[in-house]
């Protein structure tokens, strides 16, 4: 699979796409991969926050799933307006001003921005679950149909349930320190969106100067991107914990050092990534990221990862699954020992008749992700309510659909 980031440097923008990928899971997965662009775009320190619509599986992506049962009094809730678009036009932030590095220097900058990267990766787990928990509790709440409480919905970011927004905005945070001895890196940094739905690269990147310029835009993914300029040579440090990569990414403009060219990304036994990252051919304010993978689902996800990007334990489950088949994925990685195991929702929907062996595993996994006593177990009944409540997936459903439409 491929994909490109791109954006305008002068304006501190990028755009990043996806095009197809092999053997779509549905319809909706079918038109989404059929035009999988992603979009980076530069944000203001206050960025946007977590919604519905995340990144591309992994990670940040707008996910659905379904549940065992129907509550009668949601069926009348008045649908949704179709005139208004499910999603708000995207804001855009000032240029940010390149960071002046030497070759040395930036060595020193790429080293010492990539243990703080990698201390997050350890220290933060990346969280789609409490964002999809905390979404049907407004729902809940409301009384009116999920598209009208979508539109008024505010995500929260919270300290430790962090999707790709939360972790860009935390590893922004911790680099801060950095100012003391790299002047002006604050100034350079900014957070970056991305998009999954350009149908046509060309006529994306050459509508206008910059993404703004693109009427219809999907902003589901977010990392963080240094400005620079090496030697006189511009260029840009990504770093991108939303996605777990566990480096920073430089991609210098002529292509030449320090430009970090192809690299592996994760080599587990489920999925092999490569990454590559370039400016666009078409138009030099755009970067290009390339990606080669096998990837099964889009899910929902709560993982726990070490300094290396590995993961070591979590959950997933798929969206969109039938009633009766609504379940989630346990995994844990211990050393050469691992362990994944299914399990229905409806198995926690009362914590009194959770069999011990599996409240024994549980606890493991628990442990392993850094969570307080009893938090996972906590997580997983919150999700087995959700998923039992299927007028809320049939909407979200909806909506991700309407949300594909949108840049079709």
């Not at 992994?58 to 129907?70: F, L, V, W």
């Not at 997050?120 to 999809?132: A, I, R």
Request: charged letters at 25%; hydrophobic letters at 35%.
């Amino acid at each position: 699979m491929n994909l490109v980031l791109s954006g305008t440097v002068l304006y501190g923008q990028f755009s990043l796409f996806i095009p197809e990928r092999e053997k779509p899971s549905s319809v909706l997965l079918e038109k989404q991969r059929e035009a999988l662009v992603k979009s980076v775009e530069v944000a203001t320190d206050r960025g946007r926050d977590e919604g519905l619509s995340g990144a591309a599986p992994e990670p940040d992506a707008a996910e659905s799933a379904s549940g065992p049962e129907c509550r009668k009094e949601d069926v009348t809730r008045p649908g949704p307006d179709l005139t208004r678009p499910p999603l708000p036009r995207a804001r855009w932030g000032p240029a940010r001003r390149p960071l002046e590095l030497s070759l040395a220097r930036h060595e020193e900058l790429a080293t010492r921005a990539e243990a703080a990267l990698r201390r997050l990766l350890v220290t933060d787990n990346y969280d789609s679950v409490n964002n999809f928990i905390s979404l049907h509790e407004a729902f809940e709440r409301g009384g009116d149909s999920l598209y009208q409480v979508y539109q008024q919905y505010t995500p929260p970011i919270r300290a430790r349930k962090h999707t790709c927004v939360g972790l860009g905005f935390e590893l922004m945070r911790r680099w801060r320190s950095l100012e003391r001895d790299f002047s002006g890196i604050t100034r350079a940094t900014a957070l970056l969106s991305c998009e999954e739905a350009v149908v046509d690269v060309r006529e994306y990147v050459t509508c206008g100067e910059g993404p703004a310029d693109v009427l219809a835009a999907e902003k589901e993914h977010v990392m963080v991107g240094i400005q620079i300029r090496v030697d006189g040579r511009l260029g840009v440090m990504l770093a991108d914990p939303g996605y777990h990569v566990p480096r920073i990414v430089t991609v210098m403009q002529d292509r030449n050092y320090p430009h970090t060219g192809w690299f592996v990304q994760s080599d587990e036994q489920h999925c092999r990534k490569e990454y590559n990252y370039t400016f666009s051919m078409l138009n030099p304010g755009y970067i290009e990221w390339h990606e080669r993978e096998t990837r099964g689902e889009t899910v929902k996800s709560l993982l726990s990862r070490d300094q290396k990007g590995h993961l070591i334990a979590g959950l997933y489950f798929p969206v969109g699954a039938t009633i009766k088949d609504a379940q989630f994925t346990l995994f844990l990685n211990n050393g050469p020992q691992k362990r994944k195991t299914k399990y229905k929702f409806s198995t926690f929907a009362d914590p009194q008749d959770i069999p011990d062996e599996i409240l024994e595993e549980i606890q493991l996994c628990n442990t392993k992700m850094n969570y307080k006593e009893g938090e996972l177990l906590s997580i997983i009944s919150k999700l087995s309510r959700v998923m039992a409540d299927q007028a809320f997936i049939d909407q979200m459903l909806e909506i991700n659909e309407d949300i594909c439409r949108m840049c079709l």
